[in-house]
């Protein structure tokens, strides 16, 4: 069973940062790729970056030059750096993986951008 658990949302003021962890049971290597999506009230879940190991990264528009994805293998953790964080940053965020042709979820965990 595959597993990813989210940590690191909160609450934090306009122009702040916070940087969130997806902990993966399986090496991070062994997943095609692996990325961050966001769910707002009342929206569609979007994709707010992604990782394509040993190939790309991309970033929703939104999100560019402000929030950066990594990855380190040796703690099978995917990080997102998130920065200037504005009020419509403010969601669910989801870590999502895809491996061998499935796809798996965190549980998801709250960032409120909020004055």
């Known amino acids: 069973q595959v597993q990813l658990v989210e940590s690191g949302g909160g609450l934090v003021e306009p122009g702040g940062s916070l940087s969130l962890s997806c902990a993966a049971s399986r090496n991070i290597f062994s997943f095609h790729a692996m990325g961050w999506y966001r769910q707002a009230p009342g929206k569609s879940r979007e994709l707010v970056a992604r990782i394509i190991f040993r190939a790309s990264t991309n970033y929703a528009d939104s999100v560019k030059g402000r929030f950066t994805i990594s990855g380190d293998n040796t703690k099978n953790t995917v990080y997102l750096q998130m920065n200037s964080l504005k009020l419509e940053d403010t969601a669910v965020y989801y870590c999502?993986?895809?491996?061998?042709?499935?796809?798996?979820w965190g549980q998801g965990t709250q960032v409120t951008v909020s004055s």
């Open positions: 999502h993986g895809q491996r061998f042709n499935y796809d798996y």
